[in-house]
């Protein structure tokens, strides 16, 4: 079945970058995009920005923009997202998600990154 | 604060029908048919439960509904199960730069 797996929690200081891995399975990897979404403690989801795997194309939400950056491994079916210039308002559960043209399933188990120092 | 208004909460009875409502704008909801809604019990990753407005995948259960009326969705739970006791999320593809965006989320509580 798909899966997407995610890499393990994260504990960053203020200004520290975080690395965060989505490895999936069960699925041709380049027939579909990855998207980044994330989740602040007791909070809605708040989407961060999609990649289009066949071509590396990158989307991001504005407030993203210069700070984050998204990357494929397709020799792995892994998708990663790195965060910049951390603050403890990005402490969160980052969630990918297989991306079709108008909606996101499945979604990986998510990544809980802590931003302190 | 989220892009699409949701109500924080909504409750009912087992067996009862319930209706979670998703307004945005005309940049967003009231323009695409990119409307999805998501099913999050906590700690765990959200669901599809409905994608393109009113399309249910394959393996969600035909109680759940949705529908479209001007810049305000909505999603309906027929027959309300203890299983259904979960945060609803709504989203939408929006012509801003933003892309995607989500409500807030709204709680259901089966009493």
């Known amino acids: 079945q798909v899966q997407l797996l995610q890499s393990g929690s994260e504990m960053k200081k203020p200004g520290a970058s975080v690395k965060v891995s989505c490895n999936t399975s069960?699925?041709?990897?380049?027939?579909?995009?990855v998207t980044w979404v994330r989740q602040a403690p007791g909070q809605g989801l708040e989407w961060v920005g999609w990649?289009?795997?066949?071509?590396?194309?990158?989307n991001y939400a504005p407030e993203f923009q210069g700070r984050v950056t998204m990357t494929t491994d397709t020799s792995t079916s892994t998708a990663y997202m790195e965060l910049r210039s951390l603050t403890s308002d990005d402490s969160a559960v980052y969630y990918c998600?297989?991306?079709?043209?108008?909606?996101?399933?499945?979604w990986g188990q998510g990544t809980l990154v802590i931003v302190s120092s | 604060q989220s892009a699409l208004t949701q109500p924080a909460s909504v409750s009912g009875s087992p067996g009862q029908s319930i209706t979670i409502s998703c307004t945005g704008t005309?940049?967003?909801?009231?323009?695409?048919?990119?409307v999805s809604w998501y099913q999050q019990h906590p700690g765990k990753a959200p669901k599809l439960m409905i994608y393109?407005?009113?399309y249910r995948p394959s393996g969600v259960s035909n109680r759940f509904s949705g529908s479209k009326a001007g810049n305000t969705a909505s999603l309906t739970i027929s027959g309300l199960q203890a299983e259904d006791d979960a945060y609803y999320h709504c989203?939408?593809?929006?012509?801003?730069?933003?892309?995607?965006?989500f409500g807030g989320g709204t709680k259901v509580t089966v009493l």
């Open positions: 998600a297989r991306a079709v043209t108008s909606y996101f399933d499945p």
């Open positions: 990649i289009s795997v066949d071509d590396d194309h990158t």
């Open positions: 989203t939408s593809y929006t012509s801003s730069s933003t892309h995607w965006v």
């Open positions: 005309s940049s967003d909801i009231g323009v695409y048919n990119y």
């Open positions: 393109e407005v009113s």
């Open positions: 069960g699925y041709s990897f380049l027939d579909y995009d």
